[in-house]
């Protein structure tokens, strides 16, 4: 099964990895990871790392899991809202949490419109401690 996993991964964390885990559970992972365009928006953007670094950050922490030699993902820049996901046809399906889920509708909607195949919604919950969920965000925001 091919998965597609997107974020920013910014500040590479527990909650990233959990989800990456959840997502090569189920196969071929296509990590979308956001352009530093497609994060403007983003609260404490002036804090985030750049694509390369975050890159970087992905690639190693796959090494260091084993799975530059299993070959069973690929990095894919995301540099408009849906991303690939409405452009490659043979995708299985999407791993989502609560925060975007919605995000899995509106793609599959797309798909559809295109006559591709909508994607499985697979879901993760959301990696917490004692202050609520594990978030880029809220580093960055300790950090300002």
């Keep these: 099964m091919r998965i597609i996993a997107s974020g920013t991964f910014d ?21 979308g990871l956001t352009s530093q365009s497609m994060l403007e928006e983003k ?12 890159r970087r950050s992905l690639v190693t922490w796959l090494a260091s899991c084993g799975r530059m030699e299993k070959r069973d993902y690929e990095i894919i ?36 419109a295109r006559g591709f195949k909508p994607l499985k919604v697979e879901h993760c919950d959301l990696l917490k401690d004692k202050e609520g ?11 300002s």
Excluded at 15 to 28: P, R, V
Excluded at 43 to 54: D, K, P, S, T, V
């Design 133 to 143: 969920k594990i978030s880029s965000t809220r580093k960055r925001a300790i950090s």
């Design 11 to 31: 500040h590479l964390h527990d909650g990233h990895k959990m989800f990456l885990n959840t997502a090569f559970e189920h196969g071929h992972v296509m990590i």
């Design 77 to 112: 820049m995301i540099d408009k809202p849906h991303g690939f996901a409405c452009e490659i046809r043979d995708i299985d399906a999407i791993l989502v949490t609560e925060e975007n889920e919605s995000v899995a509708s509106s793609i599959n909607s797309e798909r559809a």
């Design 43 to 54: 609260r404490y953007h002036c804090r985030l790392e750049g694509y390369e670094r975050r």
